[in-house]
């Protein structure tokens, strides 16, 4: 029930503005185009809505061309073939293929392949009526997700750095448990538990090339994109942060017993430091927290014995390293603190984006 409340909350606000703008879309069709039940149209509204909110203004423009590549290609099979199979399987067939050329995304292709078949099935003026629904549901949500309700780049992405930073915490409390049990009880654990990393940053990733778009073509930010570039130089940096982490579960797996459990207290250390940056990635007092407990971990560190257990702290060290760029330390810097076991390191201030449009009218403000 926790879980299933914790939906709900942090999917709320989307929701009730897909239901708003489906309604919108039902009495515009209504009132505008003389439809008898225009069900499309809040169709297409409601799945170019129904994406996470970065995304939302490139599926509306998905839905419509894939809308529009399918209505062509099935009134051309409709007026050389007519009605029947065959005529819908061509249209399918050369719908999907149309789509793949354009992006080759799944709901591109939905939708052409639906629109093929309506426009074979139902003739000429039922496929104008999908293209005008499409063109009106497409429009509400562009309205809904660029101009009334935009997504804030800095939001989005420092959400996925928190669920990143989650699921590496979560990785290396695993690696931490595993090193401390016996040869049998590690062998019996079930390893694909660290799998959903590997999801995360693939997440992070198109919540990042998202960004990029929003930055570039939503007209609330289309000035302010300098702190956006500066948070995606800042999850370029996750990336080589998870994937030092899984380096280091690796190695740290296949040490024998002795400097399994030495090196346990370590990793757990990592995972407590990851998962308290997860609280609050752009706080500068949770950094420079973070930062002092990185630079303890690795200070007195070995770098002599045998190969093995010397690799694994060399990866350690890398852990740190990346720890410190992502809060805000400059790369060589951060290298050069982790070398010489630094009690300090000096961090940058993390970026901010302010409204532009309030910004505007602040300074067309004057006093009287």
């Known amino acids: 029930m926790h879980e299933a409340w914790l939906r709900i909350r942090g999917n709320l606000w989307p929701v009730l503005q897909q239901a708003a703008a489906a309604a919108l879309s039902w009495w515009i069709a209504r009132s505008v185009f003389d439809h008898h039940v225009p069900l499309f149209a809040p169709i297409a509204t409601l799945v170019a809505?129904?994406?996470?909110?970065?995304?939302?203004?490139?599926?509306?423009?998905?839905?419509?061309?894939?809308?529009?590549?399918?209505?062509?290609?099935?009134?051309?099979?409709?007026?050389?073939?007519g009605h029947g199979a065959l005529s819908v399987g061509v249209a399918v067939l050369c719908a999907l293929l149309v789509a793949l050329l354009v992006d080759g995304e799944r709901i591109t292709m939905a939708q052409a392949a639906v629109g093929a078949v309506i426009s074979v099935a139902a003739g000429r003026q039922a496929g104008l009526d999908r293209v005008e629904d499409a063109l009106l549901g497409a429009g509400v949500a562009l309205v809904f997700s660029q101009l009334l309700f935009p997504p804030r780049p800095l939001v989005l992405l420092r959400n996925a750095e928190a669920a990143t930073l989650k699921g590496l915490s979560r990785a290396l409390e695993l690696t931490a448990r595993a090193l401390d049990e016996s040869d049998e009880e590690r062998d019996a654990r079930p390893w694909n538990e660290l799998r959903?990393?590997?999801?995360?940053?693939d997440e992070l990733g198109r919540t990042r090339d998202d960004t990029i778009a929003i930055a570039r073509r939503t007209p609330h930010w289309l000035g302010g994109q300098e702190p956006v570039q500066q948070e995606i130089a800042s999850t370029r940096r996750l990336d080589l942060l998870g994937n030092s982490c899984l380096t280091l579960i690796r190695g740290a797996a296949v040490l024998d017993t002795e400097h399994r459990q030495s090196i346990a207290h370590t990793?757990?250390?990592?995972?407590?430091i990851l998962g308290a940056l997860a609280t609050a990635p752009a706080s500068p007092a949770v950094r420079r927290d973070v930062s002092r407990r990185t630079l303890g971990v690795v200070r007195g560190a070995p770098a002599t014995g045998p190969p093995l257990p010397v690799a694994v702290w060399v990866s350690v060290r890398?852990?740190?390293?990346?720890?410190?760029?992502?809060?805000?330390?400059?790369t060589d810097e951060a290298g050069r603190a982790v070398r010489e076991g630094a009690a300090e390191v000096s961090l940058g201030v993390p970026p901010k984006m302010r409204w532009p449009m309030s910004g505007l009218r602040r300074r067309g403000t004057r006093r009287p």
């Open 49 to 81: 809505l129904n994406t996470p909110v970065g995304g939302r203004g490139t599926n509306a423009v998905r839905v419509l061309s894939g809308v529009i590549a399918g209505v062509v290609v099935g009134q051309l099979a409709f007026r050389f073939l």
């Open 318 to 330: 890398l852990v740190c390293e990346d720890i410190l760029v992502c809060v805000g330390a400059d």
């Open 196 to 201: 959903p990393v590997y999801t995360l940053l």
């Open 267 to 272: 990793v757990r250390e990592l995972s407590g």
